[in-house]
Nanobody, 122 residues
Framework: QVQLVESGGGLVQAGGSLRLSCAAS????????MGWFRQAPGKEREFVAA????????SYADSVKGRFTISRDNAKNTVYLQMNSLKPEDTAVYYC???????????????WGQGTQVTVSS
């Protein structure tokens, strides 16, 4: 079992930055690939970024590539999402998730946080 708690969301103007954090419980954090997903009102949940268990392979959605950076600190059981050059279309609830495989489908992630709201004003 892994429990995930996100933090760092908020209201920011377009062009600004935010850093999301996701703290995980348990001693097996390093065994899980971690992903960030988001869901805007009336839209389906979509993949944002993922990072592999140990070697730190990363993957990004085309819409955030070059603006967002995912990272993890296995010693702190935490995964981060640095978001720069934010756009109004980035507005959504952001969720972190843990799963056994480094993939981009939300179906492959077994544990989810409660989400944190990110709102980007124009």
């Amino acid at each position: 079992q892994v429990q995930l708690v996100e933090s760092g969301g908020g209201l920011v103007q377009a062009g600004g930055s935010l850093r999301l954090s996701c703290a995980a419980s348990g001693r097996t954090f390093s065994m899980y690939a971690m992903g960030w997903f988001r869901q805007a009102p009336g839209k389906e949940r979509e993949f944002v970024a993922a990072i592999s268990q140990n070697v730190g392979l990363t993957s990004y959605a085309d819409s955030v590539k070059g603006r967002f950076t995912i990272s993890r600190d296995n010693a702190k059981n935490t995964v981060y999402l640095q978001m720069n050059s934010l756009k109004p279309e980035d507005t959504a609830v952001y969720y972190c998730a843990a799963g056994p495989y480094f993939r981009s489908s939300w179906l492959d992630y077994h544990y989810w946080g409660q989400g944190t709201q990110v709102t980007v004003s124009s």
